[in-house]
């Protein structure tokens, strides 16, 4: 697919992709729904003001929707709606685009509404309601299990039966590029000692976790499960998350109701929503396939192709220092597809809105320095090597993680652009 | 406290109290705010459009916060203001009112603007961000902790130095008198058997919890703790809840990251807030003193007094039958106060905001028949009898749970109302 823009070969958001995400600048002070395109974000609501979805009947009586400051009531629209501005803002930016007066020709409009991605402030793309992150990535599950409990009982019974979750904190969900200061809490200084006996702390073992997540577009109401065969339609589209972890305050405080500090702090995603359809070229089988007899029918899907071929990465880098990339992995290291999460999720009768937004869990890989956590790559006893010489069990102050994924080949990237946060020192606090 | 109102005596909503909520009826058809004041609830919408704020100039500058679906606005002005608001509001309905002409002797007012509480619809109070619930009740977590693993080790080592917690779903978070479908998923019909293989199937083991919750006021910044001796003023109010359960989905479900579906189905609140304020007679030393030196700086209240003494009841009814108060409870049986849940949820920099919902945990005594769920009081095992004769293991369809809660004395009770769930059938799915 070739546009008669200048995109780069390298781009995560080729002409392939066309994300979905909310911008300010200095010359737009509210923010506006935009899509992202090579270099440049597109802004919607300036497009659509100019006329510029005119050629798309089915948008026409929902054009209030790029004047809106998050994307949840584009995203209720739903999937076909969602499918048909996609491809028609590619059609208008395609080289060969049968519609030239749009845009490609307009050169003022062009300056008005083209702008610079490095010009621009990414902004949280939806008002979440509620975040559940799940636990999908089986090696991850079976690298702590074995940490925990040895390789013999490393996963749970209920672990391949149904895709584990937990409720998380939608309030300190961030953007890209938010800065995370270093929580603290209560921490045992020696887990050994008898009676344990918490001190008060800077964490001393905080730590990432390489996800996916993914927006809810059209609610179901209380008490009426989706159905397993429809639950993809109810999926907007996905992001890179870093679920950031306070692995000391975790261990101690997570018995028996799971992590609540050790996660609550900040949870950082990449501000362009990459299109559930985009995805679809990508399409794989997983670890197991999607309509395996194993799973209880409401989890099981039609076709074995439960998974996406997105190879994700995890970068590094000390204040000041150079870049590292410090593992390797690929969306296809998740034991559940997100139909079937979110077909699990609303199982009970749980209401899912608009807006809500869902992890897959930590996606590591089998391999050495394919994990998606410092805690499964050190297990805080062997270091890894950053590229200045220095090394890291857990993370310091001052270092920034990058996480990256893109499917495609080169020209043709369908990514999600960059997972920035960088560690500040923990807040002076006085008691 | 006396009022030129009629106030029944055993009244919930003496004149001591001035509960806020969200109301609508067959003449109001949008969402107003609203007090109950024993059989009533006073439209403040109303109220303020007619003068009725006229003689407190703390309010002038906001009264467009009556004038909202919801009580966010209201909430967010802060402790002060719902403070001289609430006073306001006991002189202009007090007996000898200084104020007789805004109200007690304007029958057309009247009219217009006191609603029996019979011809309203309670909505829920405040539009709800997060919700979080804690394990706060003592004797709970030890009844639970002694069904699991026995009496020596019943109590987690974390269990005195931390409100364990952890972050539960908003979204189904419902008013009283909403019915609750019975939940389905992932069951052990035989927990025994190895491996262990699930069966699909309406829960078997639907439970209660009697709880607390809290609404918070003031929101915190990302990465900035609210300190213990601020927290009370980060409060709102408080409401009674019922926290669904599903003990045989969670059994299963639960490891290792804490309750999910077990919990997300449904969870019930009284629709009156009661503002932190109200309850402030009835502070008690709880179970340990508040400020005890086992507890962290960041936990250590400057008093004493960290609970409540406020009377709790559960109330089972099969259909068509006779009502039995199955437990009496207290609010005395938490071990750690709001403030200390508030301080600690921030503790690691998370952010709280307006109409966010913090619960207790279900508040149990150390008796029999005190206790806040079915599984404390039967394990499955020793039914309770029910006043038609019937028994009860867990929660059989048409059943009508009732939770009450009342401070103080006859003709000033500080109460709650009921908070009201009828158990429906499960739904029917085709898979």
Not at 221 to 226: S, T
Not at 338 to 356: E, K, R, S, V
């Amino acid at each position: 697919m070739a546009s008669w823009l200048q995109i780069p070969k390298n781009s995560p958001f080729s002409l392939a992709n066309i994300p979905f995400g909310i911008i300010s600048s200095s010359k737009i002070t509210s923010r506006v729904p935009a899509i992202a395109i090579g270099d440049y974000a597109l802004n919607l609501n300036v497009f659509a003001s100019s006329g510029g979805f005119s050629q798309l009947p089915a948008i026409q009586s929902h054009l209030d929707v790029f004047n809106q400051p998050t994307l949840n009531a584009f995203a209720a629209l739903g999937r076909s709606v969602h499918r048909q501005v996609r491809e028609y803002i590619q059609k208008v930016l395609g080289a060969d685009t049968p519609y030239p007066q749009l845009l490609k020709d307009n050169t003022s409009l062009q300056k008005e509404a083209l702008l610079p991605l490095s010009e621009v402030t990414n902004h949280l793309p939806m008002q979440i309601g509620d975040y559940t992150d799940f636990y999908a990535g089986l090696n991850h599950a079976y690298n702590i299990g074995v940490l925990f409990r040895g390789p013999d009982n490393a996963l749970q019974p209920n672990y391949k039966h149904l895709p584990v979750a937990y409720h998380g904190r939608a309030s300190s969900v961030v953007p890209s590029g938010t800065p995370i200061h270093r929580p603290q809490g209560q921490i045992l200084a020696n887990p050994a000692a008898d009676p344990k006996v918490p001190t008060f702390s800077p964490c001393k073992r905080l730590d990432i976790e390489l996800e996916l997540a993914f927006f809810v577009s059209q609610p179901n109401d209380l008490g009426k499960p989706v159905h397993i065969n429809n639950a993809e339609d109810h999926i907007f589209g996905v992001v890179l998350m870093n679920d950031w972890s306070a692995r000391d305050i975790q261990a101690w405080e997570y018995v028996p109701l799971g992590p609540f500090n050790a996660k609550n702090f900040g949870t950082t995603i990449t501000p362009w929503v990459v299109l559930i359809d985009a995805l679809e070229p990508f399409r794989t089988t997983g670890i197991e396939p999607g309509n395996r007899d194993s799973l209880l029918p409401y989890l099981r899907e039609k076709r074995a192709e439960n998974a996406y071929d997105i190879p994700l990465e995890v970068e590094v880098t000390n204040a000041g220092g150079k870049p590292t990339v410090i593992s390797h992995s690929n969306a296809k290291n998740l034991l559940y597809s997100f139909p079937q999460m979110l077909a699990h999720h609303t199982i009970t009768g749980c209401n899912l809105n608009t807006g809500d937004l869902l992890g897959s869990g930590t996606i590591s890989g089998k391999d050495k320095q394919t994990e998606g956590s410092f805690l499964e790559q050190t297990n805080g006893k062997t270091p890894i090597k950053l590229a200045d010489g220095s090394e890291r069990f857990f993370l310091e102050d001052g270092d920034t993680v990058i996480l990256r994924g893109a499917a495609g080949t080169e020209g043709n990237y369908v990514g999600f652009g960059d997972c920035v946060g960088t560690i500040l020192p923990a807040v002076k606090l006085a008691f």
